[in-house]
């Protein structure tokens, strides 16, 4: 079936460094959601991508789909407190179910 | 205003006990979910229904019997739980199942923390 695998699967960078997560499908991909979690709560729709190699940007993040729609990537610049949680895409292949990656938790410090 | 809501937020129970979790939605969206994630964080699909029809039904234990009375509910009934079952469950909903647009959105609930002891 259809696997989804994010890396690293856990994150630490210090206040204003930059952090980066990547999403792996098995299979071809319609489109991608990014969602984030914050400790203790739950998944927070950030942005889909639907488009080859599409580029998408709000503030500091940077969202990438790959040309082969197979992969993504998340970029946060300069990270802050408020980035801490953890990041999962989820992806669609052919049906309406969506698969959510491993997850990356990030930690921030100060 | 709680666009997705659930009850109740923990839950702990024997095991051997039968437990029902229900989950509301008021943004008028035709598609709901159930999602089951487990202590390592992993967020996995178990059901969904659109328009009050199943359409998503993963591999899951048929001791788990999902039940929507209307658009705007989707209940969650575990019989006989077991120590495995210990998760935290979200319901979702999205405006309707599309091919990539922005109604495909999913919102959350917080979540129920359910505890087999």
């Known amino acids: 079936g259809q696997q989804v695998m994010q890396i690293p699967q856990y994150q630490h960078v210090q206040e204003g460094e930059d952090f980066t997560t990547y999403c792996n499908s098995s299979?071809?991909?319609?489109?991608i959601q990014w969602y984030k979690q914050r400790p203790g709560g739950h998944p927070v729709f950030l942005i889909q991508?639907?488009?080859?190699?599409e580029v998408k940007k709000q503030k500091r993040l940077t969202f990438q789909f790959g040309e082969a729609k197979k992969n993504s990537s998340l970029h946060i610049t300069a990270t802050q407190t408020t980035d801490v949680g953890t990041y999962f895409c989820?992806?669609?292949?052919?049906?309406?179910?969506?698969?959510f990656g491993t997850g990356t938790r990030l930690k921030v410090l100060a | 205003d709680t666009a997705v809501s659930q009850t109740p937020k923990y839950l702990v129970t024997q095991m051997g006990n039968d437990k029902s979790i229900k989950c509301e939605q008021n943004?008028?969206?035709?598609?709901m979910y159930w999602y089951k994630q487990d202590s390592k964080k992993f967020l996995k699909i178990m059901f969904s229904?659109?328009?009050?029809?199943?359409?998503i039904n993963e591999t899951v234990p048929n001791r788990f019997s999902p039940k929507s009375p209307d658009k705007a509910h989707l209940n969650l009934h575990i019989n006989s739980l077991e120590l495995g079952d210990s998760a935290v469950y979200f319901c979702?909903?999205?405006?309707?199942?599309?091919?990539?647009?922005?109604?495909?959105?999913?919102?959350f609930g917080p979540g129920t923390r359910l505890t087999v002891l």
């Open positions: 979702a909903s999205s405006q309707r199942l599309t091919s990539g647009s922005s109604a495909d959105t999913q919102y």
């Open positions: 299979t071809t991909l319609s489109n």
């Open positions: 991508l639907v488009k080859s190699g």
């Open positions: 989820a992806g669609r292949s052919g049906t309406y179910k969506y698969i």
């Open positions: 943004l008028g969206h035709d598609t």
């Open positions: 229904y659109n328009n009050k029809e199943l359409i």
